[in-house]
């Protein structure tokens, strides 16, 4: 896919400067999500991070804005621009702005209380933490260097981790996971799925036409 085409033809600056702020809102969304994680899971208190999350997400939400006016300025004044580039852009910034958003749904279980660093699982929740913050930074990687290979690479982990959301949450439902906090769990468990999800739309960029933008969101048995 010839991303941001139009860009490269005529301006090499707005080029690095979108590369630039994308390369940011990627840093930020990690960074907002393992803020989130490391108070649910009892390493710090929610007051202790709550600022720095919310002035990370603010960030995050003004680099989508300066992105979009940067595509519609050049979508505006160039002729012959890769539109399909735009779509995709506009698509994933959204994408990456609303993991910042679910980092804060997931603060506000810890700042209700929700504290994870007793339960029988807590080792699984680590191991959990760690892979979706691994996972936003190799998207953000795939995405920014347009590596294919490495952006169906991680289709396997991302797979794995909406799966066993997924089975999570079904087993609260049926009574089959007895933990405490159970409205917590199952909550940080979709919090969790949708912060993956919105991943897999980006690495749906760097893999499939625009026309199937968001396809790996999708359960298997919809697509």
Do not use: C
């Not at 169906?152 to 049926?174: E, K, M």
């Amino acid at each position: 896919m010839p991303i941001f085409k139009f860009l490269l033809g005529s301006d090499g600056g707005a080029m690095e400067r979108v590369e630039g702020q994308v390369r940011q809102m990627f840093q930020h969304a990690r960074r907002e999500v393992d803020l989130a994680l490391s108070a649910l899971l009892g390493d710090v208190l929610p007051a202790e991070v709550n600022a720095e999350l919310r002035a990370l997400d603010q960030k995050v939400n003004g680099l989508e804005r300066q992105i979009r006016r940067e595509l519609v300025v050049h979508a505006t004044v160039q002729t012959g621009m890769d539109t399909p580039a735009v779509l995709v852009y506009m698509s994933i910034v959204k994408d990456v702005e609303r993991v910042g958003d679910y980092a804060k749904n997931l603060l506000d279980l810890a700042r209700d209380g929700a504290n994870f660093a007793t339960a029988d699982d807590v080792a699984e929740w680590r191991r959990i933490a760690s892979e979706v913050s691994t996972v936003v930074e190799g998207v953000g990687a795939a995405f920014l260097a347009r590596d294919e290979e490495r952006a169906r690479g991680l289709l396997t982990p991302t797979g794995r981790l909406l799966q066993h959301f997924d089975r999570r949450v079904s087993a609260l439902v049926r009574g089959k996971d007895e933990q405490p906090q159970a409205v917590a769990r199952a909550l940080a468990y979709r919090y969790l799925k949708r912060v993956v999800a919105h991943m897999t739309n980006v690495l749906s960029a760097v893999i499939m036409p625009v026309d199937k933008l968001d396809y790996f969101d999708e359960d298997p048995e919809d697509r």
